[in-house]
C-alpha cells in the first residue's frame, strides 16, 4: 500500500535531528514529504525559499533516500493540505517532554480536523537536545554547530549572520 507521511515544521534552519527524523520516517512510509511551514507565531530567519533550498542542499549532503520531496506551505491549514495530499500520516520528532506539552494539542486538532493521525519517533540518541533555536543562537555567538547541522546549513548561517 502506497503511503506518504507529511513531516512539517518551521526547519529555520534544517538540522541533523529533522534529517534523522526524515530518514527513519522514509523507512516506515512509501513517501515522506518535508513540508516547510510559514509560521507566523515565529520570527524567521531565513525565508521560506532560503529553508527549502538548505534542505534540498543537506538532503544531498547526506545521501538520503529518493523518497523523500519537500514542499512549502505558505498558508492555510496543515491537516487541510496533508487530506488534499492524501496523507496516511503526519510524522513528527520527539525530543523532551517539552515537545509533548506542545506537539500533543496539534495533534489532536489535525486528527479532528482531517482524520489524520500523529505519528512520533523518538529522535536520535545523541540528537535529542538539538533545535533549530539552539543552532541560530550558538552560531550567533560564535560557537561550532557542525555536530548540528550539515556543512550547507552552516555555509547559509555564516552568510546569513554576516549581512
Ligand atoms: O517547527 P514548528 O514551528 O514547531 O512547527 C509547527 C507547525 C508549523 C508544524 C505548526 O505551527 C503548523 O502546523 N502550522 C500550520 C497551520 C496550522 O495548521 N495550525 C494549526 C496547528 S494544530
Redesign the pocket.
Given at each position: 500500500m502506497n503511503s506518504l507521511a507529511i513531516y512539517?515544521?518551521?526547519?529555520?534552519p534544517i538540522t541533523l535531528g529533522h534529517i534523522s527524523v526524515a530518514i527513519r520516517a522514509a523507512k516506515v512510509f512509501s513517501a515522506v514529504q518535508i513540508v516547510v511551514?510559514?509560521?507566523p507565531?515565529?520570527v524567521a530567519l531565513f525565508s521560506v525559499e532560503e529553508r527549502v533550498s538548505m534542505i534540498h542542499a543537506s538532503l544531498a549532503d547526506v545521501s538520503t533516500p529518493s523518497n523523500i520531496s519537500v514542499s512549502t506551505?505558505e498558508s492555510?491549514?496543515?491537516?487541510?493540505?496533508a487530506s488534499a495530499q492524501a496523507a496516511s500520516a503526519i510524522v513528527?520528532g520527539f525530543r523532551t517532554s517539552a515537545d509533548v506539552e506542545?506537539e500533543l494539542?496539534?495533534?489532536k486538532?489535525?486528527l479532528d480536523?482531517s482524520a489524520i493521525e500523529t505519528v512520533f519517533l523518538p529522535a536520535e540518541p545523541g540528537l535529542g537536545f538539538v533545535s533549530?533555536s539552539l543552532v541560530k543562537e550558538v552560531a550567533r555567538l560564535g560557537g561550532p554547530i557542525e555536530h548540528y547541522v550539515t556543512s550547507a546549513v552552516r555555509a547559509e548561517l555564516e552568510r546569513k549572520l554576516q549581512n
Amino acid at each position: 500500500m502506497n503511503s506518504l507521511a507529511i513531516y512539517p515544521g518551521s526547519f529555520d534552519p534544517i538540522t541533523l535531528g529533522h534529517i534523522s527524523v526524515a530518514i527513519r520516517a522514509a523507512k516506515v512510509f512509501s513517501a515522506v514529504q518535508i513540508v516547510v511551514v510559514h509560521n507566523p507565531n515565529k520570527v524567521a530567519l531565513f525565508s521560506v525559499e532560503e529553508r527549502v533550498s538548505m534542505i534540498h542542499a543537506s538532503l544531498a549532503d547526506v545521501s538520503t533516500p529518493s523518497n523523500i520531496s519537500v514542499s512549502t506551505l505558505e498558508s492555510g491549514l496543515l491537516a487541510e493540505y496533508a487530506s488534499a495530499q492524501a496523507a496516511s500520516a503526519i510524522v513528527k520528532g520527539f525530543r523532551t517532554s517539552a515537545d509533548v506539552e506542545y506537539e500533543l494539542p496539534m495533534a489532536k486538532v489535525n486528527l479532528d480536523i482531517s482524520a489524520i493521525e500523529t505519528v512520533f519517533l523518538p529522535a536520535e540518541p545523541g540528537l535529542g537536545f538539538v533545535s533549530s533555536s539552539l543552532v541560530k543562537e550558538v552560531a550567533r555567538l560564535g560557537g561550532p554547530i557542525e555536530h548540528y547541522v550539515t556543512s550547507a546549513v552552516r555555509a547559509e548561517l555564516e552568510r546569513k549572520l554576516q549581512n
